[in-house]
């Protein structure tokens, strides 16, 4: 699961930017057109759309599993390292054992395919003003109580409506449409880890480059042979403690924390986001030790967007986040020495905006998804001051 | 310590069982006994040793004598409800299941394929017993998740039309809403919701890798969209929080476990060299005794056949005795309170 909500769900739920959603989901619709790929999930009636589809062109031996005796695999994607025996799935839903072998069951089997600003995502630092040609498939490796897409995360492929996309058919798609990158996206993009190592390497050879949203929960291996193949990595740290992970998220934090320690050795560009959820992972000594280890292990330039909880799928008791507690996080980490704290699901928040460490002044200003000012040179340096500004700005 | 377990164990299961034998014979002394049994979960274990014997092996056959099983059945349904054996109570024993106006789902087991799926003869014996009782057999429906699964498994399909009706959940879809209670959120079949007045389970008797054995309780993980989400720390307490849901517990009438052919190991796949012919059914109005009931056979013959218990593996059904707490309150798995009532013969 991750907290990118998908554009047609936005449109009915998300009360804060609908308008941008809204603008997003038309746009692409009626750019791509009906024959291209299928309506997103909800909009389609489940079962005629599961009835579809043909489950043998999806289904590819999985890349990361062990095989044990009588018939059993154990999965090494992800932590869970779910043992699995003969026709069963593995937590995901999404990774079948047939007689020993173990099978993806979501290749090419894409379930919400939109083009969106890739600040949706949100990567602030990454081609800011372009669009993503954005996809994903069902299934997710944990089960975060406040999914906003949790009718595709926490269901299984055959459950609902999907249409094939090659590999190369996503990268001509996202050339055709001019989207500098694919991102991988709503779901949980570590449980269709082959399609999205594919359709990295189909859309690299078209010119295109790969993103990807998740939640980071990975085995070393999979992680550096997956998101070897992408240009940058969003990950969404849900907590810094493991008792959240454990009870709101049922995954670990540890493993998060040692992947985002891999990508930074691997080089990959990558942003964090910490969704704050009232009364669960909202304390001081929280927001003040996340910011201490990224400053310790990732350095003061990796961006941390704070973003806004809403009521949603097992937590809808919880209010809203205030914009008060967004604030104090943001102060906390400003002062612990990070130089690049973000607001999100805020909109016209200042602090949504990027700003010079060094001279404070304004270099892009964003409203709602949308870059509307970007001041940042080809040398990637404050147009002020000359200070370095960390990212990939330009094409 | 395995060893005194193990003994323990048999030695209790063997109390029960002569008990239920006592308990069983001449029609069961009822009144007194029954009444002061009221708050004891009655399970039948109803075998019939000729049941596979039309081929002449002694019970050993592949062929089920489907005659002997329906009479199996109708037995064991007059000794849940302490009934005299009649012709007439054989109509009664279901009529306290359903009746005339009642729309009733009967949930199978098709996942393990024709070697460990609910025996399609044995459904066919419920659905006409519950038209004797007045239900019409266009308001009942034979289902599992997937239509396929179930063809696999030697169903047929029948969709529309005044007969039973038989198809998967793949063909309807689940409900928009969640339901939710303790650590389950999960959308059900719309079977469940928009086709069952009163759900009867009909789940087979096997082992399983990952929560010890699934028999009943588990059997409702078919009724949900996310399953995979709930096998974690043995099914607990995923499978006892799924059962607190009131589409399932609103529903749930009666418990008819076909244990014709069961597996003590190597579940939830069928694994022919781990099956064995127990040519029984469970019954009971009790999901969690019938559950319990169920663990202690799969533990005898694991002893027999020289492996060690499900505990020893680490992997004993917890969720059973989950089930059974005081914050579920599902039935019973405290061997004092269950009354295990064992019949035998389908003649």
Same mark, same amino acid.
């Given at each position: 699961?991750?907290c990118?909500?998908?554009?047609?769900?936005?449109?009915?739920?998300?009360?804060?930017?609908?308008?941008?959603?809204l603008?997003?989901?038309?746009a692409s619709g009626?750019a791509?057109?009906?024959?291209?790929f299928?309506?997103?999930?909800?909009?389609?009636?489940?079962?005629?759309g599961?009835?579809?589809?043909n489950?043998?062109?999806?289904?590819?031996?999985?890349?990361f599993?062990e095989?044990l005796?009588?018939? !059993?695999i154990k999965c090494?994607?992800?932590?869970?390292e779910?043992?699995?025996?003969?026709?069963?799935?593995?937590?995901?839903?999404?990774?079948?054992?047939?007689?020993?072998?173990?099978?993806?069951?979501?290749?090419?089997?894409?379930c919400?395919?939109?083009?969106?600003?890739?600040?949706k995502?949100?990567?602030?630092?990454?081609?800011?003003?372009?669009?993503?040609?954005s996809i994903?498939?069902?299934?997710?490796?944990v089960?975060?109580k406040f999914c906003?897409?949790w009718?595709?995360?926490?269901?299984r492929?055959?459950?609902?409506?999907?249409?094939?996309?090659?590999p190369?058919q996503?990268?001509?798609?996202?050339?055709?449409y001019?989207?500098?990158?694919?991102?991988?996206t709503y779901?949980e993009?570590?449980?269709?880890a082959?399609?999205?190592?594919?359709?990295?390497?189909?859309?690299?050879?078209?010119?295109?480059?790969?993103?990807?949203?998740?939640?980071g929960?990975?085995?070393?291996?999979?992680?550096?042979?997956?998101?070897?193949k992408?240009?940058?990595?969003?990950i969404?740290?849900?907590?810094?403690?493991e008792?959240?992970?454990?009870k709101?998220?049922?995954?670990?934090?540890?493993?998060?924390?040692?992947?985002?320690?891999?990508l930074?050795k691997?080089?990959k560009?990558?942003?964090?986001?910490?969704?704050?959820?009232p009364?669960?992972n909202d304390?001081?000594?929280e927001?003040?030790?996340?910011?201490?280890?990224?400053?310790a292990?990732?350095g003061?330039d990796?961006p941390?967007?704070?973003t806004?909880?809403?009521?949603e799928?097992?937590?809808k008791?919880?209010?809203?986040t205030?914009v008060?507690?967004?604030?104090?996080? !943001?102060?906390?980490?400003?002062?612990?020495?990070?130089?690049?704290?973000y607001?999100?699901?805020?909109?016209?928040?200042?602090?949504?905006n990027?700003?010079?460490?060094?001279c404070?002044?304004?270099?892009?200003?964003?409203?709602g998804?949308?870059?509307? !000012?970007?001041?940042?040179?080809k040398?990637?340096?404050?147009p002020?001051?000359?200070h370095?500004?960390?990212?990939?700005?330009?094409? | 310590?395995?060893?005194?377990r193990?003994r323990?164990?048999?030695?209790?299961l063997?109390?029960?069982?002569? $008990?239920a034998?006592? #308990?069983?014979?001449?029609?069961?002394?009822?009144?007194?006994?029954?009444?002061?049994?009221?708050?004891?979960?009655?399970v039948?274990?109803?075998r019939d040793?000729?049941?596979?014997?039309?081929?002449?092996?002694r019970?050993?056959?592949s062929?089920?004598d489907?005659?002997r099983?329906?009479?199996?059945?109708?037995n064991?349904?007059?000794?849940?409800?302490?009934?005299?054996?009649?012709? *007439?109570?054989?109509?009664?024993?279901?009529?306290?299941i359903?009746?005339a $106006?009642?729309?009733v789902s009967?949930?199978?087991?098709?996942?393990g394929?024709?070697?460990?799926?609910t025996?399609?003869d044995?459904v066919?014996?419920?659905c006409?017993?519950?038209?004797?009782?007045?239900?019409?057999?266009?308001?009942?429906?034979?289902?599992?998740?997937?239509?396929?699964?179930?063809?696999r498994?030697?169903?047929r399909?029948v969709?529309?039309?005044?007969?039973?009706?038989?198809?998967?959940?793949?063909?309807?879809? @689940?409900?928009?809403? #969640?339901?939710?209670?303790?650590?389950?959120?999960?959308?059900?079949?719309?079977? #469940?919701?928009?086709?069952?007045?009163?759900l009867?389970?009909?789940? =087979?008797?096997?082992?399983?890798?990952?929560?010890?054995?699934?028999?009943?309780?588990?059997n409702? @993980?078919?009724?949900?969209?996310n399953?995979?989400?709930?096998?974690p720390?043995?099914?607990?307490?995923y499978?006892a929080? #799924?059962?607190m849901?009131?589409?399932?517990?609103?529903r749930m009438?009666?418990t008819?476990?076909d244990?014709?052919?069961?597996? @003590? *190991?190597?579940g939830?796949?069928?694994k022919?060299?781990?099956?064995w012919?127990?040519?029984?059914?469970?019954?009971?109005?009790?999901? =969690?005794?019938l559950?319990?009931?169920?663990?202690?056979?799969? *533990?005898?013959?694991?002893?027999?056949?020289?492996l060690?218990?499900? *505990?020893?593996?680490?992997?004993a059904?917890?969720y059973?005795a989950?089930?059974?707490?005081?914050?579920h309150?599902?039935?019973?798995?405290?061997?004092?309170?269950?009354?295990v009532?064992?019949?035998?013969?389908?003649?």
């Amino acid at each position: 699961m991750n907290c990118e909500l998908i554009a047609a769900e936005s449109s009915a739920r998300n009360p804060l930017d609908r308008r941008s959603f809204l603008m997003c989901a038309l746009a692409s619709g009626a750019a791509l057109g009906a024959g291209e790929f299928a309506a997103p999930a909800g909009a389609v009636p489940l079962a005629s759309g599961a009835q579809a589809q043909n489950d043998a062109q999806f289904t590819f031996e999985a890349k990361f599993y062990e095989k044990l005796a009588n018939r !059993k695999i154990k999965c090494k994607l992800c932590p869970r390292e779910c043992v699995v025996g003969d026709k069963e799935r593995g937590y995901c839903g999404v990774r079948e054992n047939h007689g020993g072998v173990y099978y993806t069951l979501v290749h090419s089997r894409v379930c919400a395919a939109h083009i969106d600003p890739i600040e949706k995502k949100p990567l602030f630092h990454y081609l800011p003003g372009t669009n993503a040609f954005s996809i994903a498939t069902a299934g997710c490796n944990v089960n975060c109580k406040f999914c906003q897409n949790w009718d595709i995360s926490q269901s299984r492929p055959e459950e609902i409506p999907a249409q094939y996309i090659s590999p190369h058919q996503a990268a001509d798609i996202a050339r055709k449409y001019d989207c500098p990158t694919i991102a991988y996206t709503y779901s949980e993009p570590v449980v269709f880890a082959e399609y999205l190592m594919d359709t990295a390497d189909a859309a690299h050879e078209a010119g295109v480059r790969s993103i990807v949203v998740s939640n980071g929960y990975m085995q070393h291996d999979s992680l550096e042979q997956a998101y070897g193949k992408m240009d940058a990595v969003k990950i969404d740290l849900k907590a810094f403690t493991e008792s959240y992970y454990a009870k709101v998220v049922t995954g670990q934090l540890k493993p998060v924390l040692d992947s985002l320690v891999t990508l930074r050795k691997m080089g990959k560009w990558t942003e964090i986001v910490y969704l704050v959820v009232p009364s669960l992972n909202d304390d001081d000594e929280e927001f003040r030790g996340l910011a201490r280890w990224i400053k310790a292990n990732l350095g003061p330039d990796v961006p941390l967007h704070f973003t806004q909880f809403h009521p949603e799928y097992l937590l809808k008791n919880l209010p809203i986040t205030p914009v008060s507690t967004l604030e104090r996080a !943001k102060a906390i980490a400003d002062a612990e020495g990070l130089h690049y704290v973000y607001i999100g699901n805020v909109p016209g928040h200042p602090a949504q905006n990027t700003y010079c460490p060094q001279c404070r002044k304004m270099l892009v200003e964003r409203v709602g998804f949308t870059a509307s !000012k970007m001041l940042i040179g080809k040398d990637s340096t404050c147009p002020y001051c000359r200070h370095s500004i960390p990212g990939i700005w330009h094409a | 310590m395995t060893d005194l377990r193990n003994r323990s164990r048999r030695s209790f299961l063997t109390r029960c069982l002569t $008990g239920a034998a006592a #308990l069983g014979v001449a029609g069961l002394r009822e009144g007194g006994e029954a009444q002061a049994a009221a708050a004891k979960s009655r399970v039948v274990v109803a075998r019939d040793p000729l049941l596979r014997s039309s081929d002449s092996t002694r019970g050993s056959g592949s062929t089920i004598d489907a005659r002997r099983l329906e009479t199996l059945l109708v037995n064991a349904m007059q000794s849940l409800f302490s009934l005299p054996a009649t012709h *007439e109570n054989g109509i009664a024993a279901w009529r306290r299941i359903a009746g005339a $106006g009642d729309t009733v789902s009967l949930k199978v087991n098709t996942l393990g394929g024709r070697g460990i799926s609910t025996n399609v003869d044995l459904v066919a014996a419920v659905c006409e017993r519950l038209q004797q009782a007045g239900v019409a057999a266009r308001n009942m429906i034979v289902w599992d998740r997937d239509t396929e699964e179930m063809e696999r498994a030697g169903f047929r399909i029948v969709i529309g039309g005044d007969r039973v009706q038989c198809f998967g959940t793949d063909r309807v879809g @689940y409900e928009d809403d #969640l339901s939710a209670w303790g650590s389950v959120g999960s959308r059900f079949s719309k079977i #469940l919701t928009r086709s069952s007045d009163v759900l009867i389970n009909l789940p =087979v008797l096997k082992d399983h890798d990952g929560a010890g054995v699934t028999i009943a309780l588990k059997n409702m @993980y078919g009724t949900i969209h996310n399953p995979n989400k709930y096998h974690p720390n043995g099914c607990d307490p995923y499978v006892a929080d #799924l059962n607190m849901l009131p589409e399932i517990r609103s529903r749930m009438k009666l418990t008819i476990c076909d244990a014709t052919t069961a597996m @003590y *190991e190597g579940g939830p796949g069928f694994k022919p060299e781990h099956s064995w012919k127990l040519n029984g059914l469970l019954v009971s109005q009790d999901a =969690v005794a019938l559950d319990f009931t169920g663990w202690q056979l799969i *533990e005898r013959k694991r002893a027999e056949m020289g492996l060690k218990t499900l *505990e020893a593996e680490q992997r004993a059904p917890r969720y059973i005795a989950t089930a059974a707490d005081s914050e579920h309150g599902l039935g019973h798995c405290d061997a004092a309170r269950i009354a295990v009532v064992e019949i035998q013969g389908g003649a």
